[in-house]
Nanobody, 124 residues
Framework: QVQLVESGGGFVQAGGSLRLSCTVS????????MGWFRQAPGKEREFVAA?????YYADSVKGRFTISRDNAKNTVYLQMNSLKPEDTAVYYC????????????????????WGQGTQVTVSS
């Protein structure tokens, strides 16, 4: 069973930064597509960023967030800068083991495995 473990969440003031990490227990991690989603209270889970052959971002985080990966460490990162109160949510890491062709990276259905989530709270 593939396991995803997120870390790096916390409490930060508006304008601050956080870096989330997600470590995957899978030897073939380098072949996996990876994504970050978030879910605020009372709202649906929404796409934040993904890294497959390219990187993809939600419009709301473009220019502020950066997704990257270190295949030697089986880890994907989400660097979050210029944080806003509306970024407050539980952030989830997701992994896709299937081929990338015709994938809708912003859909939760595109991913096969999920982490448990890490809370990010941004105060105004």
């Amino acid at each position: 069973q593939v396991q995803l473990v997120e870390s790096g969440g916390g409490f930060v003031q508006a304008g601050g930064s956080l870096r989330l990490s997600c470590t995957v227990s899978e030897r073939t991690f380098s072949t996996y597509g990876m994504g970050w989603f978030r879910q605020a209270p009372g709202k649906e889970r929404e796409f934040v960023a993904a890294i497959l052959r390219s990187t993809y971002y939600a419009d709301s985080v473009k220019g502020r967030f950066t997704i990257s990966r270190d295949n030697a460490k089986n880890t994907v990162y989400l660097q979050m800068n210029s944080l806003k109160p509306e970024d407050t949510a539980v952030y989830y890491c997701a992994a896709r083991s299937r081929p990338y062709d015709m994938v809708v990276v912003a859909s939760t259905r595109a991913y096969d495995y999920w982490g448990q989530g890490t809370q990010v709270t941004v105060s105004s």
